[in-house]
Antibody, heavy 114, light 108 residues
Framework: ELVESGGGLVQPGGSLRLSCAVS????????MSWVRQAPGKGLEWVSV???????YYADSVKGRFTISRDSFKNTVYLQMNSLSLEDTAVYYC??????????WGQGTLVTVSS | DIQMTQSPSSLSASIGDRVTITCQAS??????LNWYQQKPGKVPKLLIS???NLETGVPSRFSGAGSGTDFTFTISSLQPEDVATYYC??????????FGPGTKVGVK
């Protein structure tokens, strides 16, 4: 099970940290990813962290977002800085199995607005 | 970057109809193509992996085919509970994951 938290309302230019608490498997043994969905729009991959700890980002968030994990808490994080209106979305945490996303969390809504 | 296109963007069909969605990649992605179903207000659900492998528990009316750049997703007999948006998704070695824009399937 994956349970996201940390979403909310933030002003443009602000920061937010999302959490994804995982049960049933070990985050450090898996690839973990964040996928987002703007209101009424499609799915957009955001970031992935490999079991090795290597991290990768979509061009739209590179330099602003940071993915990390805490093996003791079995939790994955997404630190989001310099947020803009275009970052408003539901953010899903998902395990990457081979090269697909399964399972997914229920999502957490991030709203960037003044 | 590999671009993904899907067609149609939306469709409406009758119960029992055969529905086919196409997904095209801008480069050869072999079989690294997956399909998801997202019902309104719900979390995306993986239906098919590696172009044609049906996930456990997914009804057999769903199927996928293709390789290279051209892929299809088929519902052999549309059911009311299949109303959803369907997304294809590819993976490349950058690594990068890309979703198609989605196909909204409705019932007439």
């Amino acid at each position: 099970e994956l349970v996201e938290s940390g979403g909310g309302l933030v002003q443009p230019g602000g920061s937010l940290r999302l959490s994804c608490a995982v049960s049933g498997f070990t985050v450090s043994d898996n690839y973990m990813s964040w996928v987002r969905q703007a209101p009424g729009k499609g799915l957009e991959w955001v970031s992935v962290i490999f079991g090795s700890g290597a991290t990768y980002y979509a061009d739209s968030v590179k330099g602003r977002f940071t993915i990390s994990r805490d093996s003791f808490k079995n939790t994955v994080y997404l630190q989001m800085n310099s947020l803009s209106l275009e970052d408003t979305a539901v953010y899903y945490c998902a395990r990457v199995t081979v090269h697909w996303f399964d399972p997914w969390g229920q999502g957490t809504l991030v709203t960037v607005s003044s | 970057d590999i671009q993904m296109t899907q067609s149609p963007s939306s469709l409406s069909a009758s119960i029992g109809d055969r529905v086919t969605i196409t997904c095209q990649a801008s480069q050869d992605i072999t079989i690294y193509l997956n399909w998801y179903q997202q019902k309104p207000g719900k979390v995306p659900k993986l239906l098919i992996s590696d172009a044609s492998n049906l996930e456990t528990g997914v009804p057999s009316r769903f199927s996928g085919a293709g390789s290279g750049t051209d892929f299809t997703f088929t519902i052999s007999s549309l059911q009311p509970e299949d109303v959803a948006t369907y997304y294809c998704q590819q993976y490349d070695d950058l690594p990068r994951f890309t979703f198609g824009p989605g196909t909204k399937v409705g019932v007439k």
